[in-house]
């Protein structure tokens, strides 16, 4: 019995001693899906409405200095990229409503930036000039310059404000008055486009 007992543990020790160790794998992918996120939204603002209706503002326009909030269109942004938002005139004039063959140049209207948000100087949203004219052309409003980067609407956060006939910066040198324009209800669509960089 000794010796079945010696052969078993030889037997047992030479399997431990020669036998390789028995390595397993698995394979587990790991994917990052990134999604692009642009949003532009209006908050408020997003119908200007002025009203001339004194020889007052015939002559010095609404909202000199861009101060009245009923004049103002806030609007904020978020993004996950670095961006630019233009603005610009859908038409090449303002249309009348009553007679379609009266016009209004759109450079009656014209508008500044000012940043709100908590993300960026707001000494990068000066404009050109102080106050540009609204044309059909698109313009930067908003450049991707490093405080203009990705973030959340707290970041990103303006306001334009707009004017009428003050002769400010870019705007028609002449006043509403001096132009003589028929009396009518002008309109053209502004759109504001967010542009990834």
Known sequence: MRKLFFAAAMLLLSQVGFGQAVNDQAIIPVSVTLNSILRLTVVSGGNIDFV??????????????????????????????????????????????DNIAHTMPLDNVGFD??????????????????????????????TGVPSAAAGSAAQNDFT??????????????????????????YITNVFLELVPK
Do not use: C, K
């Open 52 to 97: 001339v209706n004194t020889i007052d503002q015939y002559t010095n326009g609404i909202n000199s200095g861009g101060t009245d909030a009923r004049y103002h269109t806030n609007f904020t942004v978020s993004a996950s990229q670095d961006f630019d938002v233009t603005i610009r005139a859908e038409d090449a004039t303002f249309l009348g409503q």
């Open 113 to 142: 930036l000012i940043e709100n948000g908590s993300g960026a100087d707001p000494t990068n949203w000066a404009l050109p000039g102080g106050v540009l004219a609204l044309t059909n052309v698109a313009q930067n409003i908003v």
């Open 160 to 185: 334009i404000q707009w004017r009428l006939g003050t002769s400010e910066g870019a705007m028609n040198g002449n006043s509403l008055l001096a132009q003589s324009l028929d009396p009518d209800r």
